[in-house]
């Protein structure tokens, strides 16, 4: 079988994976629950997800301002050229560094777009000094600080948005028995 996508996922895939995304500590017995069915299929559904690699992990997380790490700034970055083995060091560079949460290769005027959570604005001077500047092939930079978070989520949206369209089988009912003929 191939690694399932959202068409092949059913009813209560979707309602599992979107369960799990909002609490990932609840109990098999809890989220079995909440979805309708009992712990053992659900169990075994949670284990197909994990076994095709629909779902990848399951982690905690933090407050960045309670752990000390509540400036975020983004980094737009140009590279030197267009070269494979460039980005691939750069690449591995970027996987690297702590201080990195997110890294894209970008299309567009940026080559790289990161986001970086440090604890002030002088630890994030000397993480573009001692790590990103030292990177070869860094042709430019651009940052932004960001204010205030407005939105953080980590859930996607299964078959509640963003435009997807999920399969949603709906659950199997029992067949009915054949009607009576007259006078049996």
Known sequence: MGRPNIETLDHYDIKILAELQRDGAQSVEALAERIGLSKTP????????????????????LDPVAVGLGTTLFVHIKVEKHDADLFRKIDQAL?????V???HLMLGEADYLIRVAVPDVAAFERFMTDKLH????????????SARQIKHTTELPLA????VRAHTTRPRRRARPPPRAPGS
Do not use: F, N, Y
Request: proline content about 5%.
């Open 42 to 61: 659900c169990w075994r559904r949670i284990s197909r997800l994990r076994e095709c690699g629909v779902i990848t992990g399951i982690v905690t997380l």
């Open 95 to 99: 996987c690297l560094m702590p201080e």
């Open 160 to 163: 509640h948005g963003g435009g």
């Open 101 to 103: 949460l997110e890294a």
């Open 134 to 145: 030292r990177l070869p092939g860094i042709k430019e930079t651009r940052s932004s600080l």
